[in-house]
């Protein structure tokens, strides 16, 4: 079995090693380490060049605006996607919780990623709580306003919003990820993303440390447990675990496209033999 984890945040582990040797038992091969803010950022880079299978990424939470100034943002942004490693933009987006910042500082924020990311035409990471309309109307204003004829491709992250939110930016060329949640009885709406949504759309992610799928939930969520999301993401869909693992794997290259994929592991994915 081969797949990738598509968002972690192996920073945030103190033994990696052991974390990824068990990932890698399990079928998990790669990783894409998600960083949020500066510090985390710095935390990832040793990490991506210390284990050939760990790519990363580079951006402010909403919740970590505060972080790093305006004037900032993109200098920092342009200066870390020259590494090799980092393959994406992000995270980013917009988060409607009360505690978090306002909504129009994160909106600005959020555009200056999507203009990085139609600069070097690297996939965003986005994160959209509570905010599907806020997030549809800022991409369809940079669509028609700002692209200037490139595409703006992301994936949208642990995504627990609305079937025709996802099916839009589907409509765009974006993929749309599904987490450990899928696994939870009480996550009717995540059960109809991973029924109604093509799995040519799909991606798989643990977010981990954090949302643990049945039966780990309560502990801390490592990318070995990715499994269980993919084997409930196939038992909702009435297919089959390999029929997840190639689909999902085949999106998560052609998305970050800057990530290579496993040569041996392709080679047994076009002969069937997983």
């Not at 609305?162 to 009717?188: H, M, Q, R, Y």
């Not at 085949?250 to 047994?268: I, V």
């Amino acid at each position: 079995m081969y797949l990738i984890d598509s968002h972690c945040h192996l920073d945030r582990f103190s033994d990696i090693d052991s974390v990824l040797d068990r990932s890698k038992s399990c079928g998990i091969h790669q990783w894409i380490s998600i960083s949020t803010s500066p510090i985390t950022f710095k935390a990832l880079l040793p990490i991506v060049h210390q284990y050939d299978g760990v790519y990363g990424t580079v951006g402010l939470h909403p919740r970590e605006i505060h972080t790093l100034s305006e004037r900032a943002i993109d200098h920092w942004l342009k200066e870390a996607i020259q590494h090799p490693k980092i393959v994406g933009i992000g995270e980013t987006g917009l988060d409607a919780l009360e505690s978090s910042p306002p909504m129009d500082q994160q909106e600005r924020c959020f555009r200056h990623h999507i203009r990085m990311a139609i600069e070097t035409q690297l996939p965003l990471v986005v994160h959209t709580r509570n905010s599907d309309q806020d997030f549809l109307s800022i991409m369809r204003d940079v669509r028609a306003k700002e692209s200037g004829g490139k595409t703006v491709k992301g994936v949208l992250h642990c995504f627990t919003g609305s079937v025709d939110c996802a099916k839009e930016a589907i409509d765009w060329g974006w993929k749309v990820s599904l987490s450990g949640i899928v696994t939870f009885k009480n996550a009717p709406d995540v059960h109809k993303l991973a029924t109604q949504l093509p799995l040519s759309a799909l991606l798989v992610e643990t977010d981990a440390p954090w949302l643990a799928p049945t039966p780990y939930r309560g502990k801390d969520n490592e990318p070995a447990y990715m499994m269980e999301t993919a084997k409930a993401m196939a038992l909702l869909r009435g297919c089959s675990l390999t029929d997840i693992a190639k689909a999902t794997v085949q999106n998560t290259l052609e998305l970050f496209h800057k990530m290579p994929g496993m040569a041996a592991k392709d080679s047994r994915m076009s002969d069937g033999k997983f």
